[in-house]
């Protein structure tokens, strides 16, 4: 049986979440691209394009398709075909198909509705948007603020009528940090040193101790190396050791400790070997495509 949402429930919702997200538009990469990616793409997506649509690309999405349709009109989601397939009842027309994947939800549908009536703009995800000056907020209580980055939390916080947590004594301050950059709690004696220093850059002074330990990159490097499924066996009935696995280990540990750029971390394992006049180490960072050997 097809569970179909009517119109009058697509309207409904529309007003639900107009009022609740007051003001702020849907923006494309946020809001939009995650329900594409998960439900459409796989079809119309940049490795197949199905009807000849391409939700990944801005230009396919508005273009005539092989139907002489088009998925999105913008300013015109009762002209855009994509809102009829992903409302409509009938099990042939439907999108995804019911053999394909799960309906949408009536929010999400609501979400691409929204989108299109305000003119289905398409945005870059921040992490690949041009850095750009931005002037720091303006703020009620400019005594909590310490520096300009204070001015962003502050003006959130303000805005959702909320006050600043407490200053946490040095103690505590102590633990969280350690706790935070190497994942080790401080030595009785290093809670002591630091509770009697007195000076402005205290905070400062222990905050780069903790970075300058090796024990931050051993802190840091194990999520990497969970994604990559380090081990130092091979699991399984056997679990036969992997007797130079360490030798990768130490390799993340010690690029994430001298701060090696990400770009550069990546390419290293990927294709280190491949790189001119690559290194012994370059050529040790590709041992990342057998961790899952």
Avoid at 90 to 108: E, F, I, N, S
Avoid at 139 to 160: C, H, M, Q, S, Y
Avoid at 237 to 245: F, L, Q, W
């Amino acid at each position: 049986m097809v569970h179909c949402f009517t119109k009058k429930h697509i309207s409904f919702l529309s007003i639900f979440l107009t009022l609740h997200i007051g003001a702020a538009e849907i923006d494309f990469a946020r809001d939009i691209q995650p329900i594409f990616a998960e439900n459409c793409t796989t079809c119309h997506g940049p490795d197949k394009q199905k009807a000849g649509l391409n939700l990944t690309d801005k230009k396919s999405a508005r273009a005539e398709l092989k139907s002489g349709k088009r998925a999105v009109v913008p300013g015109n989601p009762d002209g855009s075909e994509i809102i009829y397939r992903l409302s409509t009842d009938d099990a042939d027309d439907l999108m995804p198909p019911p053999d394909h994947g799960k309906r949408l939800k009536p929010v999400q549908i609501t979400l691409i509705r929204q989108w299109i009536t305000e003119g289905a703009p398409w945005s870059r995800h921040w992490a690949y948007r041009p850095l750009n000056q931005v002037t720091p907020p303006e703020v009620k209580t400019g005594a909590w603020i310490r520096n300009e980055i204070d001015r962003f939390v502050l003006a959130k916080l303000e805005a959702n009528k909320l006050q600043p947590s407490p200053l946490a004594e040095r103690n505590t301050l102590i633990k969280r940090l350690s706790y935070d950059l190497i994942g080790l709690p401080p030595t009785p004696g290093e809670v002591e040193a630091f509770v009697n220093d007195k000076s402005s850059e205290a905070n400062n002074k222990l905050t780069g101790r903790l970075l300058a330990s090796r024990h931050f990159g051993e802190r840091w490097g194990r999520h990497w190396l969970d994604k990559a499924r380090y081990a130092d066996s091979d699991g399984y009935e056997k679990d036969n050791p992997r007797m130079n696995a360490w030798r990768y280990r130490d390799w993340v540990i010690n690029s994430i400790n001298a701060d090696l750029p990400f770009d550069q971390f990546t390419i290293e394992q990927l294709a280190g070997d491949l790189l001119p006049n690559a290194t012994d180490l370059q050529k040790l960072a590709t041992a990342f495509n057998r961790q899952t050997l």
